[in-house]
């Protein structure tokens, strides 16, 4: 892929390997042979339950270390943000899994339009349609590790941010997922305006960050995650006395430094692109000398690359896969020792919430997305309502890139929706399973996007619902929260106003929604009061200045909340400030 520069130190790289670690490759193509003669003779299931013994330890980290990158390594460890073997929760699991000839590897990938891929735009992106970085990375790991079988499910979704992530989406992790990549440093921290929205932990993106995180491990508690922080590679132009000065884009301009805080919370490392790349992305003479490429060969824009460069982001992830797996091989896959000291006793291993807001918010949610949320909402009222699949990504072959919801127009519009905002059948109340029309309502879409995984715990994890009602009993109030399109696939001069309320069973005040800018994807929320039949109503009237009146609802849920957390000072001072820069719906929880 890359010219001289790269080409040169891969081969390089190669004689290297040859003249002075002659025993290694020997060591690892014996190994090669051992692990497929294992995978022919030994049974599946057997296979699939066997632990790998040091001897397969030690030749599967010899043998990811002979598989090459063709971005010269000081690119790649620059974004290299690791931790040692003893603070990385999970990988462990994860390399012996790798290490045993005949597993399947889970892999779940979360982020936005440059995790989704499959990128629809002129020349350019021809050759960017067949996928994204996940691919290339995943290719590597397959490459490292041949003897092991690889899943991916990509739940990724263009212009999406972590909020309805947090909220919805991170119930698509099977329970018995491998490893997680959540990237989410970018879309939605920064406003049209130039607001930093991620620059607190008091503010919501990343409050949901780490919300992610937290439910991403109750549900899947073995797997291993990884952060992916994205960067805008934008120049800005502004007036210095008389002349016109371009800089680059801010270095902090992303939620970068408070995710990869968050992440090493819970013993995750971060590839960070921004590291990697901020040097060569705006000065092409060295990214010429140093890669062979430019800009313009990388990214076509200020954030999506072109098919070269997703190959080139592909291996950046991987690199700080290849680093986190060899600490761990080295010292044989051994538990680690450090996360106990951070966790709290909370029954699930997890230390204490960073973000206030986080902690207010920590329990699981109720939530219907997508395909799961046609049962839930009927169309009354005036004007037009329907059940559709919106026409926008249509070519990206992952379920969760394509929006469904209903899509209203005319003044007068209505969509009722029935929830149980108290929760009860989703916490294993028996009586109210029966009553609630909601629950399992998951569609065989929605289905194939988890691969069976469902919403809910099983009726048989009884552990899963103890928790859940545990929870339910400390997080006692309720936040409604809708979800919506809006920015690029609904623009200012069709959307409509819409106002949120509650009609029966329960109590709520109204949210008025307008048209917000920032991503796709746009929730609001207000607090409610618990019900097992409340009824919602999303009502739309013609925006006075622009008579736009379209609207499309995607989604509903309901968050568990409390405000009986114990708020430091600090902490308290923050949320004040954000609650002074007034009403943010829906970038901030009421």
Not at 68 to 81: D, E, I, S
Not at 101 to 111: R, S, Y
Not at 117 to 136: L, T
């Amino acid at each position: 892929m890359f010219a001289a520069a790269a080409a040169a130190e891969a081969t390089a790289a190669a004689a290297t390997v040859t003249a002075t670690n002659t025993a290694e490759v020997d060591l690892i193509q014996r190994s090669a042979r051992h692990v497929l003669g294992a995978q022919n003779k030994a049974p599946a299931r057997q296979l699939h339950q066997a632990e790998p013994s040091a001897e397969d330890m030690q030749q599967a980290l010899l043998r990811m270390r002979a598989v090459p990158f063709n971005t010269p390594r000081p690119v790649l460890a620059l974004g290299y943000k690791g931790l040692e073997a003893d603070a990385l929760r999970n990988w462990h699991l994860l390399a012996r899994k790798l290490a045993t000839p005949g597993a399947t590897v889970t892999v779940v990938a979360f982020g936005g339009s440059l995790t989704a891929g499959y990128i629809d735009k002129p020349e350019a992106w021809k050759r960017a349609m067949d996928g994204s970085w996940v691919e290339p990375m995943v290719a590597w790991m397959k490459a490292a590790f041949p003897a092991v079988s690889f899943r991916l499910i990509n739940a990724a979704r263009g212009a999406s941010e972590v909020t309805v992530a947090a909220t919805c989406w991170y119930q698509y992790v099977p329970q018995d997922a491998d490893l997680v990549l959540v990237e989410y440093s970018l879309n939605g921290c920064l406003e049209a305006t130039g607001q930093p929205m991620c620059s607190s932990t008091a503010m919501v993106r990343v409050a949901a960050y780490e919300s992610f995180y937290r439910r991403v491990l109750r549900r899947a508690p073995r797997t291993a995650l990884m952060s992916v922080a994205t960067f805008s590679f934008n120049s800005d132009t502004y007036r210095q006395g008389l002349a016109s000065v371009e800089a680059p884009n801010a270095f902090a301009a992303t939620g970068e430094e408070l995710h990869t805080m968050i992440a090493r919370r819970y013993g995750a490392p971060t590839a960070s692109l921004r590291d990697s790349l901020y040097g060569l992305m705006y000065n092409d003479a060295v990214a010429k000398q140093l890669l062979g490429e430019t800009r313009a060969t990388i990214i076509t824009d200020n954030v999506h690359p072109t098919a070269d460069g997703f190959i080139m982001f592909g291996e950046i992830m991987a690199y700080t896969v290849r680093q986190s797996l060899a600490a761990v091989m080295a010292s044989g896959a051994e538990a680690p020792g450090a996360l106990g000291a951070a966790a709290a006793a909370d029954g699930s291993g997890l230390p204490l919430p960073v973000s206030p807001v986080a902690a207010q918010q920590d329990a699981d949610t109720w939530c219907r997305e997508g395909s799961s949320f046609k049962p839930v909402a009927s169309c009354t009222g005036r004007g037009s309502c329907r059940w559709e699949t919106l026409p926008w990504h249509l070519d990206c072959p992952h379920d969760n890139c394509h929006m469904r919801g209903y899509l209203m127009k005319g003044s007068g519009a209505v969509l009722s929706i029935s929830v149980d905002t108290s929760l009860a059948a989703a916490a294993g109340d028996a009586a109210a399973e029966d009553n609630d029309s909601t629950t399992g309502t998951m569609d065989s879409a929605a289905a194939t996007l988890a691969s069976a995984a469902g919403l809910l715990p099983a009726a048989s994890d009884s552990s899963a619902r103890d928790r859940s009602r545990a929870a339910l009993q400390q997080f006692d109030r309720r936040y409604l929260a809708v979800t919506y399109v809006q920015g690029s696939s609904n623009p200012a001069e069709t959307m409509a106003v819409a106002t949120v309320a509650c009609v029966s069973g329960c109590r709520c005040k109204p949210v008025q929604i307008e048209w917000r800018k920032t991503t796709n994807t746009g929730m609001a929320a207000t607090e409610v009061s618990a019900h097992p039949r409340c009824v919602v109503s999303v009502t739309i009237q013609a925006n006075a200045t622009t008579g736009g009146d379209d609207f499309a609802v995607t989604g509903v849920a309901v968050v568990p909340f409390t405000k009986k957390v114990t708020i430091n000072r600090i902490d308290g001072r923050h949320m004040a400030a954000v609650r002074a820069e007034g009403d943010q719906l829906p970038f901030s929880w009421p």
